[in-house]
Every structure is written in C-alpha cells, then in structure tokens.
C-alpha cells in the first residue's frame, strides 16, 4: 500500500493556482461547513466541495484506497457516535420532539427520524471537508510548500520544518519498508507470538527502534548542511515567489464569502440546528 | 539538547536542530500511524505504536519539537490517509499538546532526569503518560465543532487515551534506552 504523497493534480486547474489559494480555501471551507446543519445547505456545500475536488483531476485509481478509507471511516464515526450518543440529538430545535422507529437490539438506543438526519448530516459534511481537502496532499507542488506557509503568515523556521517533513516523508517510508524486510530475514514473525494487544505492540519494537533511531542519527548531516548555511541567523529568502492572479483572488473571494454567509447564517436563522426532511417523520 | 540538560530559556529555542527534529518526528508519525493499528479488544480504538513518537520526541528534544510532531505529524497522517489535514483539527492539537507536555518534563520531573539512564527511560514513560491524560482533553472540543454529546465525547477520550497509552508506556522508555547510547555515541 502507498501512502506516500504523490503531485497527482500537475497541470490541472487547481494545481495552476496560488498554492496559498489551496490552503486557504480548505481552511475556509472546513470553518464554513462545521456551522451548518441544514441538510439543504449542505447539499450545496457538497457540490461546491466535489467541483473544486474535480479541478484538480486526480486519477480514482490512484486515490482509490484514500476514499476507501474515508468513507469507511466516516461512516464508522458516524455509527459510533448513533451509538455512544444513545438517542440524545445535538442541534434539535428546543421545541422539537424525536419520532422513533425502533429501537436497535443489544444496545437499546432509539433510531429515530431525528438522529437519522443527524447522522446523515454528519456523513455529508465529512465528506464535503474530505472532498476538498484531498487535494491538498495531491494537487499542491511539494517544491513550494515551505514558501506557501511562510508567506501564510507562518514563522520562516516552521515554514521550513513543514517543506522538510513533507520531504522526509517517501524517504522514511521507504526506510520502514528495508527494516521490516530486514528484520523478517533476520527471522521476525510479525504475525505469531501473543495475541494480546501489549504483546503486539512490544512485536513492534525491532521495526519502530531502528526507524527512529536511524532517522534521527541520519540527521546529523542535514542540520550540519543547515548550520554551515547559516540557517536562522538572518531572515530566509525563497527561490520561488508568489503572487495571486485574478482567478485566485476570485476563488479566495468565493470561499470568504461562503463562509460570511455561513457564519450570518448561522447566528441569524436556522441553518445551524437540524432540519429533518418531512418524509422523514411518520404521517408528516 | 536532551530533557536531562535542558534549562528553561533553552526549552523554547528553536534552532537548525530544533527544525530538523521536529521535521523529522512528524514525518516519521505521519507515516507509521497508518501503516500498524493494533484493536483494542472490546473496544472501537486501535492502538497505534506510532504515537509513542509524540511524547518520546517532546521528552527527548523538548517541547516544541513535541509539539510540532503532534501537531503536524497528525495532520500529515490524516491527509495522507485521505481523512484530510483540517477535518479533525482539534485532534492535531490534542496530539500536539501530548508532545508539548511530554517535553515540559525538564520543569515537572527535573529530580528523575537527573538519576540514572533506567529512571530517565520511567520518566520519559511518566511525562508522556502525563501528556496523554491532558493533551487530549483538548478532543472535547468536539461537543463545539461536531455537536457531539458530551458522553460521546468521554467515550472517545477514554478509549483515546487508553489506546496511547498503551502505546506510550511500553514503547516510549525503550525509544528513550535505545537513543540515549547512540545520542553519546554522536557527541550530542
């Protein structure tokens, strides 16, 4: 399985933009959706959501396991929190009453109109985050990643340390690969030994010691590279420059403004409790 | 630069060392947290060894190098896993503050760091186990952000907690036992 990050979007529409505009928009648009909890609203967040996610072109078969991922883990969290919740809905108007349908065997909680809805809900506006946010780790060019957050607004130094993690990344992972393969010729079973879960974690020890240690004594040369430069003794200069164009402006305009609509939406009508769809209710 | 020398003005530097360490300790949590998950029995929680990273980074590099593994390596991992960077954002800084708190132990268990390698290593165990418990009361913020139930939100903090530390009490005083010697070996 690769969980490396790839620039899978290169030369689309989004990967063309300011990569400020693809940190921002998400920013923006994770802020709007998490106000709202009109499924009508939503809905029209998902559309904006999975348009942007279109522009970057982004093959399915290369993402395939992250939306696997995603949508398995969503629809977990969302069944999770069903359960845990035991029938009480967050977001109700005060004067609204649940319509139950039953109740769920074992667990006893009652499933009713309204913590379907809320359940749903909640799927649709995780999705909608995903959707835009995917893009992020596939259609942003990993060269300039460390002048995009610094130009955010990000300390230079930090804006350095997150280019170099992206960067360290494939390299580790690939380290990881090597010292699982040489430790399982040196004889390691990961897969027998107890069944328990402390003895499967301390089964880990040979494969996360090594990886650890060696990364962190292989870094010796890097911070001497970064000390002989004379790193953080001046103010750091970028190779590449930014500068948004007028079609960023107006992306960056419409999520600011999605999110102004949202956020006076939400204080002034009903878009931040629940609306239940009246076929939804028995006999509505 | 480790716990056991640390002095207060020194806890905050950030310097080349304090970048790279901290690139690396994200990086190697955003990579390992996907790849082993380990259930918990009886529960919906996986405990992930490759959290160990983020208390044992703080513990042994110091509190922003603690913060910056949890806080990006979090993201990283959730944005590699398809999750997305920002979508449990309250999460990243919950594991952020564990690592913070861990590489606060120069102010809280300064009599401990200054014994021998074996009460460093329980130390390290300490701290992190310390950081767990708090860092991750920042998940709470979920009532806010996802209009979650506060009993749902206990559930996920116990079994949260519970996972890491599992994770950080076996693994983070071997990590601390087995840098130390290369960390003399290298002059550090």
Redesign the interface.
Known sequence: MN???RYLGRGSWLARRDPRVLVLS??CF?LTA?QV?DLRLLAGFVVIAFLYYRSARIPFRA?R???T??IA?VS?VVF??VI???G?V??MPDDAVQHVYMYLPLFGTPISAESVTFAVT?WVR?MA??A???P??FALDPEVLGVTFARLGVPY??A???D???R??PS??AD?HNTVDAQRVRGLELSTGGR???A???R??P???P???N???G??D??DA??LRS??TVKRTWFRELRFDRTDRLVLAGFFALLIASTVAAWTSGAALLWVPPFMIPGG | MTAATMNRSSLWSVDSRTIVYSAIGAALYGVLVNVVKIPLPGSTVDVRPAFALVPFFGFAFGPVVGLFTGLVGNMIGDQISGWGLLTSYNWSIANGAVGLIAGLAPLFLASWLNRGLSMRAVAGAVAGAIGVVIGLLITFTDIIKDAQDVSTSTTYYTQAVIGDLVATIILVPILVYAWEPVKERLGR
């Open positions: 969980f490396a990050p998400v920013a994770v998490i909890w993402v396991f992250q939306w991922f995603a883990f977990f999770s929190n845990f919740a035991s009480r967050q977001r909640q995780f985050m995903i835009v946010g995917l992020l780790a130094r930090f350095f340390a997150i170099l993690t992206w360290f990344v580790f992972l990881f328990g879960p402390i499967r974690v301390r880990q020890v494969i996360l010691v990886t650890v240690v990364a962190i004594a870094a010796e890097t911070i970064m000390d790193f953080g």
